[in-house]
């Protein structure tokens, strides 16, 4: 087990890589635990359930997480929680994706005004991001993340035998943050991504493990410097403008988040490149990692005005600008507010009638 405390979080944060997920529930041992667990990860996992059956631990499981990251659930795990009389000294435990892990982060926050919290993030996704940065939610009303909170974990418990179970396109939906993480901190963090790529597509625990660790690093370091989302935090939205659009416009047939986030970096790298702001020899290198690995895109609608419509109404935006984060070269990201929106949409048309599905 290798063991990294976070630099500069406020409240104490401790990384634990595990090799095996047995010594994870060696770890917990003695302390009083309540688990808030994804069904799949538990049918995909039956040591995970078989400890969780012989320990004294209380679990709720959610059969469909993102479904379920809702005030019901919310309102049920309170609760079970003082049914059970837990106090602020025991443990919450999220075990899952980013759904359960924010869940668990929204009650563990709330529940009498915050209780001791660990996260176990299951997914790719869910280790190198939803699990670290402390933004808790639940979804309100038919909008994502509604309601919820800023809460760090105190542990935070990775273990990559997890992603043994994740299929092909959950998995490259987290790796789209990965490669996220790497454009915005460093050239050689790209480098390394595209060198190890057969080695992450093979899921080979100590590449992962070294991989996810840089990628928890770049993350961290930029949510400790702007906790609350002020300013550099800021740099961890790029290619999510142009995300959010595309998800706009294939609303009726959802895709996955990081599948629209990969072609939002290509739509934001592009445009730093039309604009002069980027070499066209690192537009082709965030090109060549991107596509080294098996992102399907033949089913996603790419209908600029939609796109557009779904890109102004982006939560970050200001007055009538857009803001994008763009790149002045990899490993340097800028907050651009883009005040021409004809400029933009023409682009967007341009990419879209060559993007390569
Ligand atoms: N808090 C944050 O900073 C933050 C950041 C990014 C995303 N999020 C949130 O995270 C969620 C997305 O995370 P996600 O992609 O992990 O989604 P998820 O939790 O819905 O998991 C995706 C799917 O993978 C399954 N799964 C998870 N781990 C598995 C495993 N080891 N084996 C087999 N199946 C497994 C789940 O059951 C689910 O079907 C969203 O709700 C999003 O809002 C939060």
Redesign the pocket.
């Known amino acids: 087990m290798r063991e990294i405390e976070f630099k500069n979080t406020k409240e104490k944060v401790v990384l634990k890589f595990f090799d095996r997920t047995s010594d994870i529930f060696n770890d917990l041992e003695g302390k009083k635990c309540f688990f808030i667990c ?4 538990l049918s ?2 039956p040591a995970v359930t078989t400890w969780l059956d012989e320990s004294k631990a209380i679990k709720i499981l ?1 059969d ?3 479904a379920q ?1 809702n005030l019901e659930s919310y309102k049920k795990i309170i609760e079970a929680l003082k049914v059970n009389s837990f106090t602020r000294k025991d443990y919450l435990i999220g075990l ?7 869940l668990a ?1 929204f009650v563990a926050a709330t529940y009498m005004r915050g209780m001791r919290f660990i996260q176990i ?6 280790q190198v ?9 639940i ?1 309100f009303d038919g909008i ?2 509604f309601v919820g909170s800023f809460y760090n974990p105190e542990q935070i418990f990775i273990n990559t035998e ?6 092909e396109q ?1 998995f490259l ?2 790796l789209a ?1 990965v490669i996220k993480h790497a454009i915005i901190s460093s050239e050689e963090s790209l480098n390394e991504i595209f060198n190890e790529k057969s080695a992450i597509v093979a899921k080979e625990p100590e590449t992962l493990s070294k991989i996810i660790d840089n990628s928890i690093a770049v993350k961290e370091s930029i949510v400790s410097e702007d906790f609350n989302e002020a300013g550099k935090r800021k740099f961890l939205n790029f290619g999510h403008t142009f995300a959010h659009g595309i998800e706009y416009a294939n609303r009726k047939q959802p895709i ?3 599948h629209a986030v990969v072609i939002g970096m290509l739509m934001a790298s592009t445009y730093s490149e039309h604009k002069g702001m980027l070499d066209a020899v690192d537009l082709e290198k965030i090109k060549k990692v991107i596509g080294s690995f098996n992102y399907n895109f033949s089913n996603i609608n790419l209908d600029v005005e939609t796109i557009v419509e779904g890109m102004k109404s982006d939560k970050k935006n200001q007055s009538e600008k857009i803001a994008l984060i763009l790149l002045q070269g990899i490993g340097n990201p800028v907050l651009h507010e883009e005040g021409n929106i004809e400029n933009l949409t023409n682009f967007i048309r341009d990419f879209a009638e060559n993007f390569e599905k």
């Not at 994804?38 to 990860?41: H, I, K, L, T």
């Not at 993030?121 to 869910?126: D, I, M």
């Not at 997890?162 to 299929?167: V, Y």
């Open positions: 994804d069904a799949n990860v995909a996992h959610l469909h997480p993102e990251k899952g994706g980013g759904a359960t892990t924010d982060g993030p299951t997914s790719l996704l869910g991001d939803a699990s670290v940065g402390g933004k808790t939610a979804n994502k993340n997890f992603l043994s179970s994740l299929n959950e939906n987290g943050e996955l988040h990081g």
